[in-house]
Every structure is written in C-alpha cells, then in structure tokens.
C-alpha cells in the first residue's frame, strides 16, 4: 500500500472560562437537539497544499470576510456521529472511521481538498476527551458531533477554491424521540426530488439540505412530519425520507 501521510498533532488550547459545573447540569437537564454546545471545538485549515492549525480550542464565532468562497459556490461538507455513555462511565463511538471515510468521499465530490481520516478521528477524540463532561448519563442522550469543512478563501472566481476551514463542534442531545417513538405522517412528494442520477445526493453536503427545505415545508403544511423523496427519474420509487432512513416490513 502507499505511505502512511505524516500525521498532523492537534495542538492543545483549552478555554481559561469553561461553564461552570452547576450551569452544565442545568444545560443537561433537558438539551433538545443542536441548541447547546460543549466548551470547546477543533479546528484546522488547509492552505498551500497542505493541512495545517490544526487546534482543540475554546468554542466561539469565526471571523470570515464577505468574499469567502463557500458564501458564493456552496462549497461545504459536514458529518454526523454520537459519542455514548458507557455503564463503566467511559464514553464510546460508533465506527467514526466511517464517518471519516465518508467525509473525504463528500469533500472530493464537491472538487474540495479531504481532510486526512487520521486528522477526522484524532479531532473526534481529541475533542470528546477535553469535553467528556457533556456526554449526558441519561437514557438515550449523547453527545452529538459535527465535523464540517468549507471553501475559506477569499476569491469570487469559479473553481475549486485553494483554502478551507475544517471544524469539530459538539452537542449534548437528548432522545430523538422525547415522547416516545410514535407513528410519524408522511408526505409523499412527487414534484420535487432530492437526489439525481449524476448529482450531490451521496455527497454530505449542505446544498442538499437547502433545496430539501421546500418539499419539508410543503409536508409541514399538509400536517405531515416528512417528506418521502421519489426517484427523480421515473417519480415512482421510494429513496429516502428527508430527516432519516425508511425501511419497509414486508
Ligand atoms: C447523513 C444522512 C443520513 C443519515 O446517515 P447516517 O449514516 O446515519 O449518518 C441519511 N440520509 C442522508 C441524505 C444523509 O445525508
């Protein structure tokens, strides 16, 4: 096989202002989904070739200039995965090196330069490490993790941009059925589709999500919870459900 790349080390600046324990519990108490965030993230950006910055570091705002690229061309990847409480009190992934695998699959469909795997993991390690105090003890709850990397350089011209930003944030949720899993209602949508032959729809990719909305809207006014997407082809089969998978029981 090919050389190992040489791996790049997470430099380590923890927040000098963490939350305090009393307020932590409380934001615990009853998270919700993507509302609260940990003390810290991960960042890295990759320029001249090459990923570099690579830092754990306090959780705050970036800075970005009117002309940054994924602003214009939409260039943006993300992941999702969970870090579980363990019964011993540890904390456990779900093959992240999937998720790593998949989020260098979306970053080369969207012409964008992928970040390392080794770089993926050791951020999501690295960062459930420093925050293992938001992985919530209750039934059901994690902490949920959101790598994603966008086009940080400057420039309106369209082509693969020379620079992005890779992040780690992360985000204590509780069950993604509060109430209980009850039946959901469905909206079948026959006119708008959400993934074509030759497209984005196996890339992780914001644009995605976007032009899903509508057909989700759609669905909410006709009292429905989701909208089943058909193939964009013929209209007549079942993909995908626009927040999760769909099985069928035959
Ligand atoms: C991320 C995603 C899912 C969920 O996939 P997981 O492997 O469970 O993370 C389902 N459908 C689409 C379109 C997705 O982007």
């Known amino acids: 096989m090919s050389t190992a790349a040489p791996t790049l080390s997470i430099s380590l600046h923890p927040s000098a202002t963490p ?17 609260v965030f940990t003390d810290h993230m991960v960042t890295a950006q990759y320029a001249d070739g090459g990923w570099r910055d690579a830092q754990l570091r306090p959780y705050g705002p970036l800075s970005l200039e009117p002309a940054t690229a994924v602003m214009h061309y939409a260039q943006e990847i993300f992941e999702g995965l969970k870090a579980y409480r363990q ?7 779900f093959r992240p090196d999937r998720n790593a695998a998949r989020f260098r699959y979306s970053a080369q469909r969207l012409a ?21 105090a938001w992985v919530p003890t209750f039934p ?10 966008f086009a940080n350089e400057q ?3 369209v082509r693969p941009a020379l620079q992005y930003f890779y992040g780690l944030i992360a985000s204590p949720v509780g069950a993604y059925f509060p109430r209980g899993v009850k039946p959901v209602n469905l909206w079948l949508s026959t ?3 959400r993934a074509v032959p030759g497209g984005t729809g ?11 909305l509508m057909a989700q809207a759609e669905a909410t006014e006709a009292g429905c919870d989701q909208v089943v997407f058909v193939d964009a082809v013929e209209r007549r089969w079942v993909e995908e459900l626009g927040g999760m998978n769909i099985f069928f029981v035959f």
Do not use: I
């Open 87 to 93: 019964p011993d009190g540890g904390t456990a992934l």
């Open 19 to 35: 939350v305090s324990v009393e307020r932590r519990a409380e934001l615990l108490l009853d998270p919700g989904f993507g509302r």
């Open 202 to 212: 196996d890339a992780k990719t914001g644009g995605n999500y976007a032009a899903s």
């Open 191 to 193: 006119d708008r589709v």
């Open 140 to 149: 059901e709850g994690s902490l949920y993790l959101r790598p994603f990397m």
């Open 155 to 157: 420039f309106l011209g």
């Open 112 to 132: 964008m330069a992928p970040l390392p795997e080794q770089l993926f993991l050791d951020s999501v390690r690295v960062l459930v490490e420093q925050d293992r």
